[in-house]
């Protein structure tokens, strides 16, 4: 906690501290894993929204918010949605309005490209038969090197996947 000028406050890590107290909160009071994980974590991600302004977010960004919040994204907008409160009403407005604006833009990404089962457009299996390796950490940073692919730029395709691919690995073998 910090004061700013003007007698304000303001919560540095705000949604970092409020996880960590929600998860030692509900453990003492015993609630099931289930519960501490899922409330930490829409705790954790909360405040998110508030980065979409006036909905300057790129696709890529809309499809981390939606991986991000997995299978929590319905009590995530619920959360996000009461947390926007304010006296002023015009505020208060623009926040739904901008709410709105984020929801539409994720039906639409979702009608798209299937948003909640985000993977690259390869699988560990060819990923190995195409660089020609055995399984192990390679695998696993070839497999993120492409999901960060897919949240960059939506699906991409069988070929420009395994162009991608073997430009990043030939890339990492020259380094």
């Known amino acids: 906690k910090a004061l700013v000028d003007g007698g304000g406050v303001t919560f540095h890590h705000h ?8 998860k030692e909160r509900l453990k003492k ?24 302004g006036d909905g300057a977010w790129s696709d890529s960004a809309v499809r981390r918010y939606v991986r991000d919040a997995g299978d929590l994204l319905t009590h995530l907008h619920v959360l996000t949605r ?5 006296r002023n009403k015009k505020k208060a407005e623009t926040l739904a309005r901008h709410y709105d604006h984020l929801e539409e833009r994720i039906a639409v990404l979702m009608e798209q490209e299937e948003l909640l089962k985000i993977r690259p457009d390869l699988d560990g299996n060819e990923i190995m038969k195409l660089l020609n390796i055995p399984a192990g950490p390679n695998v696993g940073k070839a497999y993120e090197h492409l999901l960060e692919l897919r949240l960059e730029h ?11 691919l073997m430009n990043w690995w030939s890339a990492r073998s020259q380094s």
């Open 82 to 86: 009461a947390d926007c409160t304010t």
């Open 15 to 22: 949604e970092v501290v409020g996880a960590r107290m929600a």
């Open 154 to 164: 939506g699906p991409l395709g069988r070929e420009r996947a395994e162009q991608e």
């Open 29 to 52: 009071l015993r609630f099931d894993q289930d519960v501490v994980a899922a409330v930490s974590e829409l705790t954790f991600l909360h405040l998110r929204f508030h980065g979409y």
